[in-house]
């Protein structure tokens, strides 16, 4: 149990166009979830704390209207990147939050590798 | 605010040989405390957790971490490494204050080598 997905695994795709990645929890629900941002050889930077029903919150920093965040259902948040650029080729993690029990653990997608060109 | 110090970027190791993974945080209020495994291309998989409780707590694939709070360390160890064990891992906080969202900060990284 407690299985998140991706998709794409791999994208690439042209400068000035949107990119959008999914972000499903197989088998559970989840209120919240988290996207992450890591550049090779780096750690996770969180972007944005997606909440089911009610607006993203973006951490300093990240443009939200750059990343546009949805999470329309209790199993499904999307991360769309509008007008790419080559600065936005990034390995981007997903996280969905369990809930249940007094303690809420993160399961993590498998990620998404972006190419901008 | 909190942060996450993982004191070594890279550790080379020789197969069974013992390894400890370095970890300190900062925190003003009590945390949760985490480690994680990536493969290459791969998201995180969770090693072991720090909830409560028994300060020694021990994980998948061998691992084990001892939480000590005087010293605001959580240190990863394992006693004989593997080949299969070379990938970068990951310490983590998330706070359990009022208004906890379960944000999880993370520590640099630290990439073990195992070698034959």
């Known amino acids: 149990g407690a299985v998140v997905s991706q998709h794409p695994s791999r994208v690439i795709c042209k400068s000035g166009t949107s990119v959008k990645i999914e972000c499903r929890s197989l088998d559970f629900q989840a209120t919240t979830m988290f996207w992450y941002r890591q550049f090779p050889k780096q750690s996770l930077m969180l972007m944005a704390t997606?909440?089911?029903?009610?607006?993203?919150?973006?951490e300093q920093g990240v443009e939200k209207d750059k990343f546009l965040i949805n999470h329309a259902s209790l199993t499904l948040s999307t991360l769309t990147v509008t007008s790419a650029h080559p600065e936005d080729s990034s390995f981007y993690i997903c996280?969905?939050?369990?809930?249940?029990?007094?303690?809420?653990?993160?399961?993590f997608g498998p990620g998404t590798r972006l190419t901008v060109l | 605010a909190q942060s996450v110090t993982q004191l070594d970027s890279q550790v080379p190791v020789f197969e069974e040989a013992p390894v400890e993974l370095r970890c300190n945080y900062s925190s003003s209020v009590s945390v949760y405390l985490f480690w994680y495994v990536q493969y290459p291309n791969q998201g995180l998989q969770l090693l072991l957790k720090y909830l409560s409780g028994s300060t020694l707590v021990k994980g998948i694939n061998g691992f084990e971490a001892e939480f000590n709070k005087s010293q605001t360390s959580f240190h990863l160890r394992k006693p004989s490494v593997h080949i299969s064990d070379t990938a970068e891992y990951f310490c983590?906080?998330?706070?359990?204050?009022?208004?906890?969202?379960?944000?999880?900060?993370f520590g640099q990284g630290t990439t073990l080598q195992v070698k034959p």
């Open positions: 996280s969905a939050r369990a809930d249940r029990g007094s303690y809420n653990e993160q399961f």
């Open positions: 983590a906080v998330s706070d359990l204050g009022s208004g906890n969202t379960g944000k999880l900060i």
């Open positions: 997606s909440n089911e029903g009610s607006k993203a919150t973006y």
